[in-house]
Each structure stands twice: as C-alpha cells, then as structure tokens.
C-alpha cells in the first residue's frame, strides 16, 4: 500500500505513476493535475486551454479513462497511473502516425487531448466505427475545425491495432 504523509505546510507527499515511472513527489495542495505534469515535471504535450474543463487540450489517461487533468487536484492522485501524450511515441502507438498521414492538426494545440481521448477509445475498443468516435470526441474542442480529419487519424489506428501492433 502506498502511504501519503503530510508536510507542515500543506504540502503531501504523494506517489504516482506516469508514463510508467514512478514518481515521489511533494505537492502542494492546489495543484491541478495539468500543472504537475507540465509545469513542475515538464512533460509539455498536456495543454492548457480554457482552465475550466471545457476544451479537453488538458485531457490524460488515468488509470485506463481519459480525464481532464485541468479539473483533477494532484494531491488527489495517490497510487494513479497517469498516461499522458509523450508515452505514444515511447510505445509507438499508432495514433502517432495516423494523426500525421491524416493532417488532423494543424495549430497543434487541442491534438494531445484529441490523442489521448483517441487512445482511451482504442485501449478498451480497437475497431470503433465512425459513430464511436464521434462520441468518444465530443467533449474536445478544435478552434482550427478540424473534426473530421481526427476520425480518419482514429479508424487508421484502429485498423493498425486490429492488424496487431500495440
């Protein structure tokens, strides 16, 4: 079991998982999730949007759910497995070249929420349909429009996943 200790002023320490690396780390307790991964461990792939979880630029994996890391506290993500849009590339998921070969960005700045919903969406159903993903992405926002390209960028992944690469 993973124990949490408490700072005098506050401040937890707290142990977590992301991108497969455990870290122990001091937080305070007014972190948001979306400031510890990019801020204080410079993991910058993780956006931030509108603050107010509305937009979804912000959103990680969570212990296999997509979450908006904006509206999560660290202090509350003891003993959590985190993904965030840095490991695909680690792993070589193929969302990264489907999003690539599909030109599903292009001021770049929602895609690692659009990427890790689509990622979330692929780990519990690899052949979603078109309805599927459209409802997987609904929550994320593109200011540039770019909505249709991620759903070709998703079936493409998909289609690599049933063929039998991670």
């Known amino acids: 079991m ?9 401040n937890k320490k707290v142990t977590m998982k992301i991108n497969n ?6 937080i305070e307790p007014h972190w948001t999730l ?3 991964i990019h801020d204080k461990l410079g993991l910058t792939g993780t956006k931030e949007m509108c603050d107010k979880g509305a937009c979804g630029s912000c959103t ?10 904006c509206m999560a506290l660290a202090i509350e993500c003891e003993g959590r497995e985190i993904e965030t849009v840095e490991n695909l590339e680690v792993v070589g998921h193929p ?5 690539a070969n599909n030109h599903a960005m ?4 929602c ?21 599927d993903i459209k409802d997987a992405l609904e929550g994320n926002i593109c200011r540039c ?13 998909g289609r690599k996943l049933e063929g039998g690469k991670k």
């Open 106 to 109: 292009q001021c770049g700045y």
């Open 145 to 157: 429009g770019t909505y249709p390209a991620h759903i070709g960028a998703v079936l493409e992944a």
């Open 95 to 99: 969302l990264v070249d489907a999003y």
């Open 60 to 69: 990680v994996i969570m212990d296999g759910r997509p979450i908006l890391s």
């Open 34 to 36: 979306r400031e510890l």
């Open 21 to 26: 690396q455990e870290y122990n780390l001091v």
């Open 111 to 131: 895609t690692p929420g659009f990427v890790m919903t689509a990622k979330a969406l692929l780990d519990k159903n690899p052949n979603p349909d078109e309805e």
């Open 2 to 10: 993973i124990q949490k200790q408490q700072d005098d002023g506050g």
